[in-house]
């Protein structure tokens, strides 16, 4: 009888505690609901049907001299429950053009031009973020991500519940759904599924996919035959010993691939090595928990960061991978995901389980700051989006449009958000990211 009475208890203190934590997750969302006029030019959520695990900006816009907004195009999927279909997504999402500063707009008393956070000004017509989906394609379970290929974006491959990868030519399949599952090409290898994906920058047809069967898999589709959809991997490397999270080309250096785990280790894979069994070199001590995201920076071919469910986020030297360049702290939750700034180097965006997306900016590391300023965190964390109240599932960074992003959550809200000029504005005194490399 006691331990009914103790089991009781425990699960109203349970209760109870779950409740505490939704109120205080309520009263930070409203907190933030109220400031964002003050950091955003503009913000759009959108409450979807189901939630989505993927989210990636197509890299095309269109946009018409006549209308003062661009039409930029996302790729989403679905996570559904209780046997209902699942889609991969096309959306259509319209975004205000810049306004241009006009001098009657200024405001003598607050001295700018124009509304808080440097939107379009009192005069400009005023425009929403529109958000609508497109394109619906049968798709069989949810799928853990979705991206498309660089040298072809019409080309998408899914990642699988059941560790088989799809490949679906956009093109070939109509805007509604027809009930009927059929992808152009279906990757069989993997015996568990993975959310590591990367399609080779370089080399139009090669991607690169991790899984929780702990191993790394090179596939080449343009060895496609339209006899048999199924295909298999060209190289399988089984260099980690745990679920592998996350694969990244080099975006400077065709021959490297970056790949993290829950064994603690980056590892680089050059595929000029015949060998499958051990990589290139590796990190081992950077992270005393799994490590979920690598990303590679963009313009910088030495500089590569690393996420962890440690919470933090490891910044490396390839040359030198005995130790850590920096460590950056802030996340109150595991890392799940990064991606560096599409145009401004120095600038990192991440992703945590608190439910933040963080921006970093690495020219700021080691800046001196007031007491009154670390208690906000460290001179280098440049931001944080607090416009989701459950874990963050995937984000983006709009190659047409700077600092637009697109964020999507398990609370199935999809954000679409630009922080505001004022709060990223570049300094003259910001440093390139080669001199934290020295």
């Keep these: 009888m006691e331990d009914d009475e103790n089991g009781l208890t425990n699960k109203q203190g349970s209760e109870e505690d779950a409740e505490l934590e939704q109120k205080l997750i309520n009263e930070e969302y409203k907190t933030w609901k109220k ?25 095309d816009v269109v946009r018409d001299p006549n209308k003062n907004y661009s039409t930029h195009r996302l790729l989403i999927g679905t996570n559904t429950s209780s046997g209902v279909q699942n889609y991969l997504q096309i959306a259509h999402v319209q975004l205000p053009n810049p306004a241009t500063p006009d001098a009657a707009d200024y405001d003598e008393e607050r001295e700018e031009i124009g509304g808080y956070g440097g939107g379009a000004g009192k005069k400009a017509p005023g425009t929403e973020v529109k958000f609508s989906i497109v394109q619906k394609i049968d798709h069989n379970g949810e799928i853990n991500k979705a991206r498309y290929q660089p040298k072809n974006p019409n080309m998408i491959a899914t990642m699988c519940t059941d560790g088989r990868v799809m490949i679906w030519d956009r093109t070939k399949h109509p805007s509604l759904p027809t009930g009927t599952v059929n992808p152009d090409m279906e990757l069989i290898g993997h015996t568990k599924e993975g959310f590591g994906l990367n399609w080779n920058p370089h080399v139009a047809g090669h991607l690169a996919t991790g899984s929780e069967d702990t191993t790394v898999r090179l596939w080449d589709i343009t060895k496609f035959s339209m006899s048999n959809k199924a295909l298999h991997a060209a190289r399988t490397y089984t260099h980690h010993n745990a679920i592998v999270n996350d694969v990244q080309y080099h975006p400077l250096h065709d021959k490297l691939i970056g790949t993290v785990s829950d064994d603690l280790t980056l590892q680089i894979l050059d595929t000029r090595n015949a060998s499958t069994t051990t990589s290139a070199v590796q990190a081992k001590n950077g992270h005393s928990d799994a490590i ?16 962890s469910a440690d919470k933090s986020i490891g910044i490396w030297d390839l040359r030198n991978l005995n130790m850590k360049l920096h460590a950056m702290e802030g996340h109150q939750d595991s890392v799940t995901s990064l991606a560096w700034h599409p145009f401004e180097e120095t600038i990192l965006g991440s992703a945590s389980n608190d439910r933040r997306i963080c921006f970093w900016d690495l020219s700021k590391v080691g800046e001196e700051q007031s007491p009154e300023d670390s208690e906000d965190g460290p001179p280098e964390l440049l931001f944080i989006h607090g416009g989701h109240t459950n874990h963050i599932s995937d984000f983006s960074w709009n190659l047409n449009d700077p600092w637009v992003l697109c964020s999507a959550a398990e609370d199935n809200l999809i954000q679409v958000w630009k922080v505001a000029n004022a709060v990223v504005g570049k300094d003259l005194e910001d440093v390139p990211i080669d001199e934290l490399e020295q």
């Design 292 to 307: 979920n995201a690598v990303a590679f920076n963009l313009a910088s071919e030495f500089v590569v960061a690393t996420g």
């Design 35 to 59: 400031n964002s006029v003050f950091l955003y030019d503009s913000v759009l959520s959108t409450a979807l049907e189901w939630p989505t695990l993927t989210a990636q900006w197509l890299p």
